[in-house]
């Protein structure tokens, strides 16, 4: 027996914090019962375990796929305009997987699919701040003092975001890195300065790189990736102000209902 949102975590389903999310919004079933009481525990291989209606399936592997993004897709399983979705590029692939995080419609660059729901809870989560690197380019040319500004936090939706690492490539192209998953932070920071987005692109996803993997290709992670993404995830440390609350600290409050199980990701 395992507590339910282990198991909807194990089946790919969505993280064990966005399991829960589903419990409380009463989105899962166990042998024909809406749980909604989190904690609960329950026997995948005998129990009739169901969201949305339909019956889960424990993933016979975990599976870790490396794509190149291109503009003009969206970064979900399905979505209710018609639009094309990062899934419609993964021919061939039979396992049920999800973007761990996201990049934006006309965002490109590196994405992480997989049905690892374990590991995808700890590279969205803010304590582990794993980085991401982006490649922008921006209208005009900034200043040191823009740079300076972006690198010490700007404010973006009322709160200031963390330090970033930002580098010029040239005028008007930065290199930014970030270690939070706000929803399209890179481009509201340039924002923030005067200095609109044209293009952006993701380099890399923590120790993630590949410059060779074509635009709309994708790839499986070797075992020497796989390995290496999760110690970033032990080695990386949280944004300032973001450190994990002890014990006795405010309860922990629950995440907005999204569609399915998605996560913001800092494109």
Not at 32 to 48: Q, Y
Not at 211 to 233: D, F, I, N, Q
Request: glycine share 10%; hydrophobic share 30%.
């Amino acid at each position: 027996m395992e507590r339910l949102q282990k198991i909807l975590s194990q089946a790919g389903i969505a993280s064990r914090r966005a399991s829960e999310q589903l419990m409380l919004d009463g989105r899962v079933s166990v042998n024909g019962t809406t749980i909604r009481e989190l904690g609960t525990k329950a026997d995948p291989a005998r129990d009739d375990i169901r969201v949305d209606g339909s019956r889960i399936k424990i993933a016979a592997r975990h599976l870790y796929l490396l794509l190149n993004k291109p503009r003009g897709y969206v970064s979900t399983r399905s979505d209710p305009e018609r639009r094309k979705t990062v899934i419609d590029l993964l021919r061939g692939v039979r396992e049920y997987v999800y973007p761990v995080g996201r990049l934006d419609y006309d965002s490109e660059g590196l994405l992480l699919l997989t049905n690892d729901g374990d590991l995808a809870a700890k590279l969205t989560h803010p304590r582990h701040g794993v980085p991401r690197v982006y490649e922008a380019r921006v209208l005009g040319v900034p200043d040191d003092h823009d740079l300076d500004r972006l690198q010490k936090g700007v404010v973006i939706d009322g709160q200031k975001t963390g330090p970033a690492d930002v580098k010029a490539l040239g005028p008007g192209q930065l290199r930014v890195t970030v270690r939070e998953g706000r929803n399209r932070q890179v481009r509201k920071m340039c924002d923030a300065i005067g200095h609109p987005v044209t293009h952006l692109k993701r380099v890399a996803i923590g120790p993630l790189q590949d410059s060779r993997l074509k635009v709309g290709h994708w790839r499986e992670l070797s075992e020497a990736e796989v390995k290496k993404l999760r110690g970033a995830t032990e080695m990386s440390q949280p944004p300032p102000g973001k450190a994990r609350q002890g014990k006795k600290g405010p309860p922990r409050k629950s995440l907005p209902r999204r569609s399915r199980w998605q996560t913001q990701d800092a494109e």
